[in-house]
C-alpha cells in the first residue's frame, strides 16, 4: 500500500485548505487513517484520526473545532479539511494508516508529507 497526500500550501490565517491522501495497492486491509504534522525543530505530532466507516473521529486539541478529518472509501482517500488555520499550524503534513483504530500509528504505513505555510 503506498499513501500519496496533497494539497499543500500557503494559505492566510483565517482562511482554509484541505489535504487529500490517496492510497493505492492493497487497500482492503487499510482500517483506520490518520494525520500527523511536524514543524521545524518539533517532534511529530498527531492531528486526527478516523475509523473505516468514518463515523469515528478523534482530534488534537489544538485543531478540535478547526479541523475536519473525513473519508470517501470508494476514492480510498482521506481528507483534512483545515478551516480558521493559525500560524502555528506551519508544518509538514503526514497521512498515515493502520489496521485497526487503536493500533499504534508509529508502526503503520506512512505517506510523504506535504507543506502547509500559515502566513500573511
Known amino acids: 500500500v503506498q499513501l500519496q497526500a496533497s494539497g499543500g500550501g500557503l494559505v492566510q490565517p483565517g482562511g482554509s485548505l484541505r489535504l487529500s491522501c490517496a492510497a493505492s495497492?492493497?487497500?482492503?486491509?487499510?482500517?483506520?487513517k490518520g494525520w500527523f504534522r511536524q514543524a521545524p525543530g518539533k517532534e511529530r505530532e498527531f492531528v486526527a484520526k478516523?475509523?473505516?466507516?468514518?463515523?469515528?473521529?478523534s482530534y488534537a486539541d489544538s485543531v478540535m473545532g478547526r479541523f475536519t478529518i473525513s473519508r470517501d472509501n470508494a476514492k480510498n482517500t482521506v481528507y483534512l479539511q483545515m478551516n480558521s488555520p493559525k500560524p502555528e499550524d506551519t508544518a509538514a503534513y503526514y497521512c498515515?494508516?493502520?489496521?485497526?483504530?487503536?493500533?499504534?500509528?508509529?508502526?503503520?504505513?506512512w505517506g510523504q508529507g506535504t507543506q502547509v505555510t500559515v502566513s500573511s
Open positions: 495497492g492493497r487497500t482492503r486491509s487499510i482500517y483506520a
Open positions: 478516523i475509523n473505516w466507516s468514518g463515523e469515528t473521529t
Open positions: 498515515a494508516a493502520v489496521q485497526s483504530y487503536y493500533s499504534d500509528f508509529t508502526s503503520g504505513i
